[in-house]
């Protein structure tokens, strides 16, 4: 009986000890996971601007409607491809170049676009899971609605703030980028209203999973930081405290431009 209790405390010690560091190990092989959908999507774009002329595809529907920029429905982008618009969009135009499927044609399989393995679901994001808080009964999106069979509940997004400093008719081309290697190209986009640290507004705060981003809503779900694409392709992680100042806003890092003319999104 004493032996029994020896190898039981034995087994309780060890587990101790080891379960914490399989945990980190697993955190570290997410990230190392998320590192690379996120590599996938800076080379699609390169070689989606060797092909259309080094112009960008856009990061969001180019609609009035801020709900269908924001939070587009599943029936929102069924009819936006029926009407042949939408394809410019990068959740469209880019993942040909990367072995994946456009988002159009995600819309019969709505719940596997959110779960499934493929270069839009971040791991760290699927094994957290969806924050029942953010899925209030009815309410239209964009309250917080995770709901996958609703909308698409995207884990990455493209930079909304590139031409923020620029005309309100331009469209993005790569000489316009004043530096490559620091530009924005696409990040770690909040899916749960609790992801922490968070600085911004009370909306911002629970307008979740949307195709394209900014500091308000770059995710600090991987050990409080997240992890950016630039336009030279290579792929960093930073602190969500780096990322965002205390209002929710950019810094002006250096190392890291919204803008394509490196000067800090007012």
């Given at each position: 009986?004493?032996?029994?209790?020896?190898?039981?405390?034995?087994?309780?010690?060890?587990?101790?000890?080891?379960?914490?560091?399989?945990?980190?190990?697993?955190?570290?092989?997410?990230?190392?996971?998320?590192v690379s959908n996120l590599k996938q999507w800076g080379l699609a774009m390169n070689m989606y601007l060797n092909?259309?002329?080094?112009?960008?595809?856009?990061?969001?529907?180019?609609?009035?409607?801020?709900?269908?920029?924001?939070?587009?429905?599943?029936?929102?982008?069924?009819?936006?491809?029926?009407?042949?618009?939408?394809?410019?969009?990068w959740f469209n135009a880019l993942p040909r170049y990367a072995n994946g499927k456009p988002l159009y044609k995600?819309?019969?399989?709505?719940?596997?676009?959110?779960?499934?393995?493929?270069?839009?679901?971040?791991?760290?994001?699927?094994?957290?899971?969806?924050?029942?808080?953010?899925?209030?009964?009815?309410?239209?999106?964009?309250?917080?609605?995770?709901?996958?069979?609703?909308?698409?509940?995207?884990?990455?997004?493209?930079?909304?703030?590139?031409?923020?400093?620029?005309?309100?008719?331009?469209?993005?081309?790569?000489?316009?980028?004043?530096?490559?290697?620091?530009?924005?190209?696409?990040?770690?986009?909040?899916?749960?209203?609790?992801?922490?640290?968070?600085?911004?507004?009370?909306?911002?705060?629970?307008?979740?999973?949307?195709?394209?981003?900014?500091?308000?809503?770059?995710?600090?779900?991987?050990?409080?930081?997240?992890?950016?694409?630039?336009?030279?392709?290579?792929?960093?992680?930073?602190?969500?405290?780096?990322?965002?100042?205390?209002?929710?806003?950019?810094?002006?890092?250096?190392?890291?431009?919204?803008?394509?003319?490196?000067?800090?999104?007012?």
């Amino acid at each position: 009986m004493i032996e029994l209790l020896v190898v039981i405390a034995i087994i309780a010690i060890l587990a101790a000890i080891l379960l914490p560091a399989l945990a980190k190990t697993k955190n570290m092989a997410q990230r190392i996971n998320c590192v690379s959908n996120l590599k996938q999507w800076g080379l699609a774009m390169n070689m989606y601007l060797n092909d259309y002329d080094q112009t960008f595809p856009w990061p969001r529907y180019q609609v009035t409607s801020t709900i269908q920029q924001d939070n587009p429905q599943w029936g929102d982008v069924q009819t936006f491809y029926n009407l042949g618009q939408g394809n410019d969009v990068w959740f469209n135009a880019l993942p040909r170049y990367a072995n994946g499927k456009p988002l159009y044609k995600w819309v019969s399989n709505p719940v596997g676009f959110a779960t499934e393995k493929s270069i839009f679901t971040c791991p760290t994001a699927v094994a957290q899971g969806i924050n029942p808080k953010d899925i209030p009964p009815g309410a239209p999106p964009p309250a917080g609605n995770m709901n996958a069979s609703a909308r698409p509940l995207f884990n990455y997004s493209m930079n909304s703030k590139s031409l923020a400093n620029e005309s309100s008719t331009a469209i993005l081309k790569t000489s316009m980028i004043a530096h490559p290697s620091a530009f924005v190209l696409f990040s770690d986009v909040r899916n749960r209203s609790d992801d922490a640290p968070y600085n911004g507004s009370a909306p911002n705060k629970v307008d979740l999973a949307t195709p394209h981003c900014y500091t308000t809503r770059f995710s600090a779900r991987h050990s409080e930081g997240g992890n950016i694409t630039f336009s030279d392709s290579h792929v960093e992680f930073f602190l969500h405290a780096y990322v965002v100042n205390s209002s929710g806003k950019d810094p002006g890092n250096p190392d890291i431009n919204w803008d394509c003319s490196g000067i800090t999104v007012p």
